[in-house]
């Protein structure tokens, strides 16, 4: 597959950019659902040991990929403990 890639961009350099684009696009979502499958509190991967992950957060964790208006290390806990 890779060879028809090559002889296609040899053929055709205008399609180049193309082969760039879509590779990166790939590359990005691999990454970006690796990133959630191993960071995000709602994924469980050790029912046993740890069945409720969100649990153990604190108010001070970032979970979210990106946060805008939210500085985390400020935040404080309201409310008592379960």
Known sequence: MLCQ???QA???P???PL???IGAGGTGAALYVTCLALFN???SWDRKNNP???NKLGP???YKFYSVNVDYSKLKK???DF
């Open 52 to 54: 409720e992950p969100w």
């Open 14 to 16: 205008s399609l180049i």
């Open 78 to 80: 309201e409310g008592s």
């Open 5 to 7: 890639i090559i002889g």
């Open 41 to 43: 509190p709602d994924v």
């Open 19 to 21: 082969f760039i684009f």
């Open 60 to 62: 001070n964790d970032q």
């Open 10 to 12: 040899k053929k055709h």
